[in-house]
Antibody
């Protein structure tokens, strides 16, 4: 059973960098698939942030690309998100999930973690 | 950038059929995926590549895609189907989500 678990600070100050990690169990990241981040502001819809392959190949949402870095650590079977220069508009539930880019949807998701941007 | 438009809400009587549309320019040429999201929970993939159901998803959920509209159909609607539903496509190396539809079972 594939499981994903997000972790990281629940509160980030404006202008600082949001950092989250997604730990994967039940499947080796090195075996394939793309691994992505999706967010959902309170009461709003889903927004894809970006996805990464185990080789380090990435795709990013153009609207966030200048502020986003997604990396992978195959030795720990986890991948991470960094979002810089955050504002209140970045307050959201952040999900990590697994996909076959272009050919499939996100079939396994983490439970999500709420990150609030506030001083 | 590519946009996907969904109705804000759809109501369906218990046991009847709900149809949720997802509009996009020539969406029929793309693979469409659908998610169900209940309050406080992560989304669940209910249809992938237009009309395929993941393991564990009831046959009551079906999908179609043609022209400028993709459709998720929920047959014999149950109270447990009440949720938000999102469509999704891959376009120009970007994942795009629809605006979301709230389904109410009456």
């Amino acid at each position: 059973q594939v499981q994903l678990q997000e972790s990281g600070p629940g509160l980030v100050k404006p202008s600082e960098t949001l950092s989250l990690t997604c730990a994967v169990s039940g499947y080796s990241i090195s075996s394939g698939y793309y691994w992505g981040w999706i967010r959902q502001p309170p009461g709003k819809g889903l927004e894809w942030i970006g996805s990464i392959y185990h080789s380090g190949s990435t795709y990013y949402n153009p609207s966030l690309k200048s502020r986003v870095t997604i990396s992978v650590d195959t030795s720990k079977n986890q991948f991470s998100l960094k979002l810089s220069s955050v504002t209140a508009a970045d307050t959201a539930v952040y999900y990590c999930a697994r996909t076959i880019v272009g050919a499939s949807g996100f079939d396994y998701w983490g439970q999500g973690t709420l990150v609030t941007v506030s001083s | 950038s590519y946009e996907l438009t969904q109705p804000l809400s759809v109501s369906v009587a218990l046991g009847q059929t709900a149809r949720i549309t997802c509009g996009g320019n020539n969406i029929g040429s793309k693979n469409v995926h659908w998610y169900q999201q209940k309050p406080g929970q992560a989304p669940v993939l209910v249809i992938y590549r237009d009309s395929n159901r993941p393991s564990g998803i009831p046959e009551r959920f079906s999908g179609s895609n043609s022209g400028n509209t993709a459709t998720l159909t929920i047959s014999r609607a149950q109270a447990g189907d009440e949720a938000d539903y999102y469509c999704q496509v891959w376009d120009s190396s970007t994942y795009v989500f629809g605006t979301g539809t709230k389904v109410t079972v009456l």
